[in-house]
């Protein structure tokens, strides 16, 4: 367990690298757009390497096939999964220091929860004291932060209110745009699971039924064959009888994009590296749209190599160490106590920032919050 426990550590100093990385290169008057997008131009590249390295190029030219054939949905999840959520991330980094951003994304925790209610879900009723308790430390955080920018800049009101609509909203936005991206992906491998067993269960029923016949030629059924395509579910509406008193149909409009949601028949996704290459594929449309939206100067070769270093760092680095520890782990308690290691990111985000920027230890207020978002998040761990 110790051995778990040293490994989601250092996941998690290397996850704190985009929150100090991104705040040294805002500090060196580098475009947040290029911290952003770059990162995830890199990950494709080396994410391509490693698959190749590991299957061979045939697998690339799978999943290409898988990203061709559901284009549309890729591109969505990436865009808000990736796209929105970095740029919520790297946009803040410009207004706030590094470990106020991974403090305030931290709330992510609590926006799983409402995601995860929004796509159907149920939790136990203590997750929601749980959520309070990081959603105080957050605001703790925050407020913090505000009032030293206040008292550096002699100004009362427009530090706190700039520190909050520029730094804390959108790192709120990536808090929310990370689960959503993340549910949508895990909701096309349920569908592909459920599909794989319903098609197996019908295989079943088919040989009983067949067995059955052959033992008693005289037995014969009217009942129809029940498809097991539900990559569409919306599609089977105008086929239902909305009068029937056991049909359940969506009932919102959420649920209706929610039954939208397709079926992949494949084993590809999972394998996390997969996703992730899908996903970030997905994301390019996003960064090149947004680039000619904001048209920023080109960035220099300190802020490529910095965005190179968060892209093996953060998104190599770290989601291996990350996802080898909960894949050792061999009870629940194990695979909590590595997700709660995560917590250790604010920390050290908060070392990197006071080493590399001189950033000033928190005020009381703001070490109070970090501790309430540290226990929430150890207690969500626990308990999740």
Not at 65 to 87: A, K, L, M, P
Not at 152 to 163: G, Q, T
């Amino acid at each position: 367990m110790v051995k778990l426990i040293l490994l989601g550590l250092l996941a998690g100093a290397f996850f704190s690298s985009t929150f100090v990385l991104n705040e040294v290169m805002s500090a060196a008057g580098g475009h947040w757009f290029w911290s952003a997008s770059l990162r995830y131009a890199f990950m494709w590249l080396i994410l391509t390497a490693i698959i190749i390295m590991q299957h061979g190029f045939g697998r690339i030219k799978e999943l290409m096939t898988v990203f061709w054939q559901h284009w549309g949905f890729w591109c969505i999840t990436g865009s808000i999964g990736f796209g929105v959520f970095y740029t919520g991330i790297c946009y803040a980094a410009d207004h706030v220091a590094g470990w106020v951003v991974a403090a305030t994304f931290m709330f992510t925790v609590v926006a799983s929860l409402l995601v995860l209610l929004a796509f159907g879900q149920r939790f136990d009723k203590k997750f929601i004291a749980y959520a309070l308790l990081v959603f105080v430390g957050v605001v703790l955080v925050n407020i913090s932060e505000g009032l030293h920018a206040a008292s550096l800049l002699d100004a009362d009101a427009v530090p706190m209110k700039d520190m909050l609509l520029y730094g804390a909203l959108p790192a709120l936005v990536a808090a929310f745009s990370y689960p959503i991206g993340n549910q949508l992906v895990w909701q096309v491998s349920y569908n592909a699971r459920k599909r794989n067993a319903e098609t197996i269960s019908t295989q079943k029923s088919d040989v009983q039924t067949n067995e059955i016949s052959k033992q008693t030629p005289s037995l014969i059924t009217e009942a129809p064959t029940l498809s097991a395509d539900m990559s569409h579910t919306v599609d089977m509406i105008d086929t239902l009888d909305i009068n029937h008193p056991t049909q359940t149909l969506p009932t919102s409009f959420l649920q209706n994009l929610i039954a939208r949601i397709p079926t992949i028949k494949t084993t590809l996704l999972q394998n996390a590296f997969n996703k992730v290459w899908l996903m970030t594929l997905g994301s390019l449309p996003f960064w090149l749209v947004l680039g000619l939206v904001v048209r920023p100067d080109l960035p220099d070769t300190k802020q490529v190599f910095n965005t190179l270093l968060v892209a093996l760092l953060a998104g190599v680095a770290a989601t291996t160490i990350f996802l080898y520890a909960r894949e050792k782990a061999e009870t629940s308690s194990e695979v909590a106590g590595v997700d709660a290691t995560q917590a250790s990111e604010v920390i050290f985000a908060l070392i990197g920032g006071m080493l590399l920027l001189n950033n000033t230890l928190p005020s009381a207020m703001g070490l109070i919050g970090i501790g309430l978002i540290i226990i929430g998040l150890i207690l969500f761990a626990k308990d999740g």
